[in-house]
Nanobody, 125 residues
């Protein structure tokens, strides 16, 4: 059974940076698309970024473009989301996801087999 564990969340001031990590265990995910989503109370989970196998392609939500960078280290079976220039509206629980189940390339859909438990990111103004 695959487990995804996020870490790196916390409290940061606006304009600051955080680096989220997603550690996978139970199976190598080098051939799987990995993604990050986020969710605030009362709202649907939103796509943030995705990276395909071997890091060949990356995708970002408009809100993340130019500020966030998704990467992966398949040797360590981990994914990373570097977040810079953080804004209060980035405050959310961030979830790691892996193993795309969809048939196309719209990785913003929540069609992933594995999900982490989430890590809280709070950006103060």
């Amino acid at each position: 059974q695959v487990q995804l564990v996020e870490s790196g969340g916390g409290l940061v001031q606006a304009g600051g940076s955080l680096r989220l990590s997603c550690a996978a265990s139970g199976r190598a995910l080098s051939s799987s698309t990995m993604a990050w989503f986020r969710q605030t109370p009362g709202k649907e989970r939103q796509f943030v970024a995705a990276i395909t196998w071997r890091g060949r392609s990356t995708y970002y939500a408009d809100s993340a473009k130019g500020r966030f960078t998704i990467s992966r280290d398949d040797a360590k079976n981990t994914g990373t989301l570097q977040m810079n220039s953080l804004k209060p509206e980035d405050t959310a629980v961030y979830y790691c996801a892996a193993d795309w189940l969809g048939s196309g390339t719209d990785y913003s859909q929540m069609r992933y087999r594995y999900w982490g438990q989430g890590t809280q990111v709070t950006v103060s103004s």
